[in-house]
Antibody, heavy 119, light 107 residues
Framework: QVQVVQSGAEVEKPGASVKVSCKASGYIFSGYYFHWVRQAPGQGLEWMGW????????DYAQRFQGRVTMTRDTSINTAYMELSRLRSDDTAMYYC????????????WGQGTMVTVSS | EIVLTQSPGTLSLSPGERATLSCRAS???????LAWYQQKPGQAPRLLIY???SRATGIPDRFSGSGSGTDFTLTIGRLEPEDCAVYYC????????FGGGTKVEIK
């Protein structure tokens, strides 16, 4: 069973950075692209970008350029999303979601990581 | 960036009724990269439909997708109580965008 498990909730102060992890089981890690999507409380879904764990290539949504960094550690099948210069409106649930090789949608989702930005 | 506009914002129907959800794009979208997701309260989204009309694994056949170009539709053939959720459309062209969602309520 393909699974994606994310790290636990975080509370950060404005101006700080947060790093969320996403661990994939089995063979999927090298094949899937991992996207990061966030959802502010009571709001819709917002795409942040993707990483190809095999090559390390990334593509970020324009509004997060310069503030987001997506990395991976292939030795432990884990992808990371780091968001810097946090503001209160970055308070949201952050999801990683997998896009299968040759696929056309996000067919596997992590359980989400709640990030709260508060002074 | 392609903007997806979903309507209606909220749909309130009785069990057994048919639900029709609309997703309109600001410019033409490849049908291959048009998907629909279901999100229940407190849960992560779940893929329902990919390629505009193909059901994902394990999705009941009362869910169907159609459309092309700038107009896409998700239809829930006969509503069941467990279909109470928010439904999002999504496209992936040069970047990925989601629609604002349609909330389906069961009377």
């Amino acid at each position: 069973q393909v699974q994606v498990v994310q790290s636990g909730a975080e509370v950060e102060k404005p101006g700080a950075s947060v790093k969320v992890s996403c661990k994939a089981s089995g063979y999927i890690f090298s094949g899937y692209y991992f996207h990061w999507v966030r959802q502010a409380p009571g709001q819709g879904l917002e795409w942040m970008g993707w990483i190809n764990p095999k090559s390390g290539a990334t593509d970020y949504a324009q509004r997060f350029q310069g503030r987001v960094t997506m990395t991976r550690d292939t030795s432990i099948n884990t992808a990371y999303m780091e968001l810097s210069r946090l503001r209160s409106d970055d308070t949201a649930m952050y999801y990683c979601a997998g896009w299968a090789p040759g696929g056309t949608a996000l067919d596997i989702w992590g359980q989400g990581t709640m990030v709260t930005v508060s002074s | 960036e392609i903007v997806l506009t979903q309507s209606p914002g909220t749909l309130s129907l009785s069990p057994g009724e048919r639900a029709t959800l609309s997703c309109r794009a600001s410019q033409s979208v490849s049908s291959s990269y048009l998907a629909w997701y279901q999100q229940k309260p407190g849960q992560a989204p779940r893929l329902l439909i990919y390629g505009a009309s193909s059901r994902a694994t394990g999705i009941p056949d009362r869910f169907s997708g159609s459309g092309s170009g700038t107009d896409f539709t998700l239809t829930i053939g006969r509503l069941e109580p467990e279909d109470c959720a928010v439904y999002y459309c999504q496209q992936f062209g040069s970047s990925l965008t989601f629609g604002g969602g349609t909330k389906v309520e069961i009377k």
